[in-house]
């Protein structure tokens, strides 16, 4: 690891300062369970961190029926899982964190942290940089391709997006609020998540000295709200394939769906066709079965990953039913090793 500054502000606009007041290049230290991985990789360089875990605006959870869900950006995805209105109001949230299996980086990771984590793919993180690239020739369709994205991949960029908070966010229509030189804004959790084009790009709408403080997340009411994820195994992993799902019904039928994809695309991925073919349906095996069908239609493959269109089609399906009863039975699958390399793409769960 590289020498760098330690800087430990005590506000917000004090951070920003320091974040934009080097002539080099300084990052943001939230809870560090991925930057300092990368660090140590060499794929990160920063000349100074910036610790925000004693700002008091990136703190606190609170709720109230008429606006909803406030989350400091600084709040870990241990007090996160333990909060009793969370747990009341926003199970899917609370499973979702669940996902991240260890003790330790859900006691030191923050939301923010998970919104903001670079992508787990290997060519990025042994240094051939964001998209992959190695003497003009992308490395991942040719590669080792096995984890990479089926969807949102006509290039250039292969990886998926490893957030485990962003699908069901982005199902809940949750906003972000980011400080920065140029002040405060607000952004939906939607569109923070960009599939770059090049190089000079990144995969966050993060602007230079900008910090996300705050995420807010509407009341669901009387919806019915599941994630699911399919992992090869139960310990410390990202999931193959994840689906985050927000149902309102009306007198039995769906009347509006909320569908949006993990770990399958350089984003997190919405599906309009899937939630057109829930709309004014019941839900039942059939249904759901076609959603994620529809969900997965125009999956591009790549040589290694057929599996995953399997995998993300079951997520989906079984998001939904877990949604329609309440997201009260279990929450993902372990998929054997056996299976996973594996370029079946049809077959019913």
Not at 49 to 56: D, G, N, Y
Not at 133 to 148: E, I, S, T
Not at 233 to 242: F, R
């Amino acid at each position: 690891m590289e020498a760098f500054e330690y800087a430990r502000p005590k506000s917000t606009q004090e951070a920003i300062k320091l974040l934009t007041g080097t002539g080099g290049e300084a990052h943001a230290l939230a809870g560090g369970t991925d930057l300092i991985s990368l660090m140590k990789d060499g794929v990160a360089r920063p000349q100074r961190l910036v610790s925000l875990q004693h700002l008091m605006e990136l703190k606190g959870i609170t709720f109230r029926e008429e606006s909803g869900l406030r989350l400091g950006a600084g709040v870990t995805l241990e007090e996160l899982i333990e909060n009793a209105e969370v747990r009341q109001h926003y199970p899917a949230l609370v499973q979702a964190a669940e996902g991240v299996r260890s003790p330790q980086i859900r006691s030191t990771g923050t939301v923010g942290g998970d919104l903001c984590q670079r992508p787990r793919c290997w060519y990025y993180r042994a240094g051939f940089g964001l998209l992959a690239v190695y003497k003009g020739k992308p490395l991942v369709p040719d590669g080792d391709n096995r984890y990479h994205a089926i969807l949102g991949n006509s290039g250039p960029a292969y990886f998926v997006s490893p957030s485990s908070l962003a699908p069901i966010l982005i199902a809940l229509d949750a906003k972000l609020k980011l400080h920065g030189p140029q002040g405060m804004r607000e952004l939906s959790v939607h569109d923070f998540f960009v599939n770059p084009k090049s190089e000079n790009e990144t995969e966050h709408a993060l602007r230079p000295g900008e910090i996300v403080t705050e995420i807010f997340v509407p009341n669901p009411g009387e919806a019915k709200i599941a994630v699911y994820e399919v992992r090869q195994k139960e310990a410390l992993d990202w999931p193959l394939a994840a689906a985050a799902v927000v149902l309102k019904l009306d007198g039995g039928q769906v009347q509006s769906a909320r569908v949006v994809l993990g770990h399958v695309a350089p984003v997190p991925w919405p599906s309009p066709a899937a939630e057109g073919v829930l709309k004014g349906q019941a839900v039942n095996e059939d249904t759901a079965w076609q959603a994620g069908k529809a969900a997965v239609a125009n999956a591009t493959p790549l040589s290694k990953n057929a599996y995953k269109v399997q995998l993300a089609r079951v997520a989906v399906k079984r998001a939904i039913l877990l949604a329609a009863e309440d997201g009260q039975t279990a929450r993902g699958d372990v998929v054997q090793s056996s299976a996973y390399p594996r370029d079946e793409t049809k077959g019913e769960a």
